[in-house]
């Protein structure tokens, strides 16, 4: 193991950046054990974590770090979990704050939304899903749920908690350890993601640099990845109508704002919330019956994050489904019709964003269930 | 006290990488060229030559006059079509070093022709055929090592070049012998070959091959679906999968075009030069040898573009030719060994900006690396408790 090399150097000072994710619930006991007892020899112990019940059991001293600024700096003792999600997530006035600024950008009222009959199964369907991360750990552990036409789903928590390998499960990129789902009835598990996409799936991916964009392609080049086949865009002998493609982003530039020089210009001459744009666009264009999103405002400016939840918003109320994978609460209450927690693996609730608390949020987002919360 | 390196010269490297690695491809193809040059005039002069007047030798053997640019350009023939196998699976993603080997294949495909008697015309398209199947088939084994059991295509086609030659030389000796003169193979009768273009030398209408099949590999690379799904895959895999593109396939297509393209430069070679040529087997195939691997400098000098290709396979062309003038010119004559160090050097100028580019990258990957292999020493006694 990583750490006993570390501890074996005899060190003053010992830095540990999430070291629990990777060990099971018995091996973080006996390295909360270890560590208590270097803090016995006089060592010192920076822990870095999001885990909320693992700050609380070691710790001396919590410092809450949000958006790259220190938010707050308490001794243990005194951090109730209440407090310390709130430092997290932000305050009760800022909350307002943001509040105001939404309602100032007018977003869609919810109104406008369809009646949704959740009896039914939605356009998305799992069930019992197990999926394996990269270095064969459970990473998502018996996940069953519906998505269904004219809603935002969205599954907020803290990265790294297996939504990404989600994701990437239901577009094709990943296969799947076992569990089911379908999507408008038909199985997409083990499926290409030329398949996928052919049964209605648009997919904005969380890292539009190595997955979404061929970077060094132009514009009009990664406006048809993935619909590069398309009839429209395709003559006699496979040649590419490269009028009917220039045509095509001219309009996307136009309708999604996409800011660059033309259809010719480098993707990676575009800045992040052009790139993104460009994504979006794209995958609109596959007319969808569902958007699985990941982190699609992450790294944005105010305007194209705007944007692109303003887009979002118009898709549901077109009546389609939307899956929403995010880190950022503003994001959860502005845009979901329902929300799921994820926390390793699995869904702390699943529930309307309304019901919740920025603070409960932030607790279920941490590790900790309602009961302890209350307690 | 550790010292500072003085602000001054870290600008300087700062403004030499920013200069080097901004320039535009065809300028950097140029620069390159230049310091080959000028390591060869430098090599020469360290060794008591006059580069002056040997570069003056090779330029006017290499451009001096018609039957000058004749002999570059039928040296330029089989190269344009050696540099586009390695370019076109190159923009795949893939190291084909077989050229070699698949020309090697073509040729002896193409002498197959002589073994029959055909009506004028249909000898020369049956010879590009057989060639260009030839090269295929070569180039389609390490293509499935790769596919099916992940064998690294650097390596198989490296070895393929090697059983490529000496069956190559087997066939020439053994099966396709000229019973007259049993060092060289039967030559193609004059009907079934390319007519040679301008008279009294070594060119013919193959030029027009090589440079309808550079053409045919551009439209082809940029204006189609296929091209668009193997450059897609080849800059970008992960990309390229989330878009529906099966790199397999487009591993396999480039395989396929490259082995099409290698085999018919060894059928430019055979069908194209003088009406005697045939493959010498007991000289170790002239005009055939390395070829391939010319090949792969002209790919990089031409940036792996049909075009820029063009371009450069004159330029190595001229090399070649005018070199065999450098080494007769004179009281003092340049060896053409000389030549290719010139080839040698551009090669490794052209090398610079790229390194200087993925020296960033290579760091992180390096990282990583690291990163991974502690990883899975993590893992490792976890396993070994369960």
């Keep these: 193991m990583e750490i006993l090399k ?136 018996d996940l069953s749920f519906d998505v269904h036409g004219g809603e935002i789903f969205e599954i907020a928590g803290v990265e790294g908690n297996g939504q990404s390998e989600l994701v990437e499960l239901l577009t094709g990129l990943r296969v799947p350890a076992s569990g089911s789902a379908t999507i408008n009835g038909a199985n997409i598990l083990g499926v290409s993601p030329r398949r996928i996409y052919r049964l209605g799936v648009a997919h904005i991916p969380e890292d539009r640099w190595e997955l979404g964009l061929v970077l060094p392609f132009t514009l009009a080049e990664n406006a048809i990845l993935g619909v590069h086949q398309w009839e429209q ?3 006699p002998l496979s040649f590419l109508r490269r ?16 800011q660059a020089t033309g259809p010719n210009a480098p993707a990676k001459s575009l800045s992040g919330g052009n790139q993104q744009k460009l994504i979006v666009g794209r995958e609109l264009t596959k007319d969808p019956a569902i958007i699985v999103a990941s982190q699609p405002t992450r790294g944005l400016d105010v305007g194209a994050a705007h944007y692109i939840r303003q887009t979002l918003i118009e898709m549901r109320n077109n009546g389609r489904a939307i899956l929403l994978v995010s880190a950022d609460l503003d994001e959860v209450l502005a845009l979901s019709d329902r929300v799921a927690i994820m926390y390793e693996g699995r869904f702390m609730t699943m529930c309307d964003p309304q019901s919740l608390s920025r603070e409960r949020i932030g607790l279920l987002m941490g590790g900790v269930k309602e009961a302890e919360a209350i307690a | 006290m550790r010292e500072r390196p003085p602000i001054g ?19 950097e193809s140029v620069l390159a060229a230049v310091v080959g040059l000028l390591i060869g005039a430098l090599l020469m002069y360290i060794w008591g030559f006059n580069p002056w007047k040997a570069y003056i030798a090779l330029l006017k053997g290499a451009y001096g006059g018609s039957y000058e640019i004749s002999s570059s350009l039928s040296r330029a023939t089989p190269l344009i079509l050696t540099a586009l196998t390695f370019s076109i699976c190159l923009r795949a993603g893939m190291f084909n070093i077989g050229a070699e080997g698949q020309m090697y294949m073509g040729a002896v495909a193409s002498v197959c022709v002589a073994l029959f008697v055909l009506p004028p015309g249909v000898g020369q398209i049956l010879g590009l055929v057989f060639a260009a199947t030839a090269g295929a088939l070569w180039s389609l084994v390490p293509a499935f090592l790769k596919l099916t059991r992940g064998v690294n295509e650097v390596i198989s086609t490296i070895m393929f070049n090697w059983i490529s030659k000496w069956l190559a030389l087997y066939v020439t000796i053994f099966l396709l012998a000229d019973p007259a003169r049993s060092e060289k193979t039967l030559s193609i009768p004059v009907a079934a070959r390319f007519p040679v273009l ?44 989330y878009g529906g593109i099966n790199s397999k396939r487009t591993i396999f297509l480039a395989f396929v075009l490259g082995g099409v393209s290698a085999g018919l430069a060894g059928a430019t070679i055979v069908m194209g030069l003088r009406p005697t040529y045939a493959i010498y087997g007991g000289g170790g195939m002239p005009q055939l ?65 790229e390194l200087i580019r993925i020296f960033p990258a290579a760091k992180k990957q390096g990282q990583e690396f690291v990163g991974l292999m502690r990883r899975l020493s993590r893992r490792g006694p976890k396993e070994e408790e369960a």
């Design chain 2, 9 to 27: 010269s870290t600008r300087l490297l700062r403004g030499v990488y920013r200069t080097l690695t901004g320039l535009h491809p065809a300028l």
């Design chain 1, 233 to 235: 865009f395709k003559g």
């Design chain 2, 289 to 353: 040898l390395n070829m391939g691997f010319d090949g792969m400098a002209v790919a990089m000098v031409g940036r792996n573009h049909p075009i820029g290709i063009l371009i450069a396979a004159l330029f190595f062309g001229g090399l070649s030719a005018g070199g065999r003038v450098m080494q007769f010119y004179g009281s003092n004559p340049v060896p053409l060994e000389m030549v290719r160090i010139v080839m040698g050097a551009i090669v490794l100028a052209m090398s610079i900006p």
């Design chain 1, 6 to 141: 570390v501890l074996s150097r005899n060190v003053d000072l010992l830095i540990l950046d999430e070291p629990t994710s990777v060990l099971t619930p018995l091996e973080v006991d006996e390295l909360f054990d270890l560590l208590e007892q270097l803090r016995e020899e006089g060592k010192s112990i920076i822990l870095i974590t999001h885990k909320l019940k693992e700050v609380q059991s070691v710790t001396d001293r919590i410092v809450v770090l949000r958006h790259s600024e220190m938010v707050g700096n308490v001794k243990t003792e005194q951090a109730t979990t209440e407090r310390l999600a709130r430092l997290m997530v932000g305050d009760v006035f800022e909350q307002e704050a943001d509040a105001v600024e939404l309602t100032d950008q007018e977003l869609p009222t919810k109104e406008k939304r369809r009646a949704v009959d959740h009896s039914r199964d939605g356009v998305l369907h799992v069930e019992h899903l197990l999926v394996r991360g990269n270095t064969g750990d459970v990473a998502v552990k």
């Design chain 2, 198 to 241: 301008v008279r009294g030398t070594d060119l013919s209408y193959t030029l027009f091959v090589s440079i309808a099949f550079a053409l045919v590999i551009y439209f082809v690379l940029w204006h189609t679906t296929f091209g668009y799904e193997i450059r897609a895959a080849g800059l970008n895999p992960t990309a390229a999968r």
């Design chain 1, 243 to 258: 009028g009917r493609i220039n045509q095509h982003v001219r309009e996307l530039m136009d309708r999604f704002d996409i």
